[in-house]
């Protein structure tokens, strides 16, 4: 399928995936008194400066943390070796990621649009049945066996194994390799969605408004994402790379780097009312 369609389709807002329930600590952020503007500030310039600047803290540490599992899931799905050894690796990433996500409010919202993403490919994303005018040729043997490969993760997912826990980074890997997006593309969307994200949960909590989130997405976002995809975009996980003796954990390796914002997200359940889940 043509990659500049498949973009459109995967930044769709209506896509359903399921990240509406999740504000990645904006929420918190703002309820702890971080979004009140200062007596000799306009209150509308302060709201959109506070959220920008939230963007930038929340990109440069969900980057460097998600992208090396984004990347080496992708690569493992697109070498397409035999299922046992690419599910196997597949759990260690999700099981590495369990481990280094720091607390229950972020790993229950990355559980639960991971496991949305999984569905998202095998009921969006799958020729429809009955309609005599899809243009969609019959899927060939490699996409049937992509497509198994999904559902045997999503099915061990489901299950509850213990090493896999369904993760948005790694399902978003495995969604983008078994679709054929190329991992430049796959590495600038995911973290374009975060920040989109982001703005949809700030007007959504009120904070700012529709006009004023696309201003910033337009004139901030952008750059923001771009200097990230590019500082980032090399980390791996180290996971297909244990046989390296080059290989550096602290120089390549995935990092969390805005502790303030692990402490606010993981007090999300502390609020006394809530709009978001996680």
Partial sequence: MDETYLL????????????FVASSGLESFLTHGFG???????????KMDTIATFIRDSLSTYAPSALPFVSDAHHIVRQRR???RTLAVLRQLDDLYECMTLNHVAKRASKAQGVALLSL?????????????????????EAQD??????????MVRRGDADAHGHLPICWGILCAALGLSLERTQHLHLYLHARSLLSAAVRLNSIGPYAAQQILLHVAGVL?????????????????????????????????????????????????RIFNS
């Avoid at 459109?8 to 990240?19: E, F, M, V």
Wanted: hydrophobic share 40%; aromatic share 6%.
């Fill in 8 to 19: 459109l389709l995967l930044s769709d807002s209506n896509l359903p995936t399921g990240s």
């Fill in 225 to 273: 994402v771009d200097a990230e995809v590019l500082k980032c975009a090399r980390l791996r996980t180290g996971i297909l790379a244990q046989d390296d003796p080059a290989w550096d954990d602290t120089k390549n390796g995935p990092a969390n780097t805005w502790p303030l914002g692990e402490i606010l997200a993981a007090r999300h359940d502390l609020q006394h009312s």
């Fill in 36 to 46: 009140a503007p200062p007596s000799n500030q306009p209150t509308a310039s302060f």
């Fill in 82 to 84: 035999d299922a046992p």
């Fill in 121 to 141: 490919y095998a009921k969006g994303f799958s020729r429809p049945q009955g309609l005599a005018f899809a243009t969609v040729p019959d899927p060939t043997p």
């Fill in 146 to 155: 992509m497509a198994g490969l999904v559902d045997a993760f999503k099915l």
